[in-house]
């Protein structure tokens, strides 16, 4: 059986930039966050958070569907490398400190 799309665009992305699986978690969070607050025009803006939120829960079902199983661990670990610095900046900036 092919290896499912969504697989081999993070496995492409994984060879072609060097990093491992928890810093793209990282950096894809980062990116999806920062793209958002730069079109909303506001650090505070709830909806980035949101779209990061989103998209890596989407990831997590691809990833169920494609091992057949939940692997709470593995799951739990890219939920918060996804979301942790996103989360921590659009809460500073909610409450003023930055």
């Not at 081999?8 to 060879?15: D, E, F, G, Q, V």
């Not at 958070?49 to 997590?60: C, F, P, S, T």
């Not at 494609?66 to 890219?78: C, N, P």
Request: net charge negative; charged share 15%; aromatic share 8%.
């Amino acid at each position: 059986m092919t290896e499912p799309l969504h697989n081999r665009a993070k496995l492409w992305l994984a060879r072609g930039t060097g990093l491992d699986h928890a810093t793209l978690h990282v950096h894809v969070g980062m990116i999806i966050w920062v793209a958002g607050v730069a079109v909303a025009g506001d650090v505070g803006a709830g909806w980035p958070l949101a779209l990061v939120i989103a998209a890596e829960l989407v990831n997590e079902v691809f990833d169920r569907l494609r091992v057949g199983s939940w692997r709470i661990a593995d799951t739990a670990q890219d939920i918060v490398n996804s979301v942790l610095w996103p989360v921590i900046l659009f809460t500073l900036a909610r409450t003023g400190a930055i």
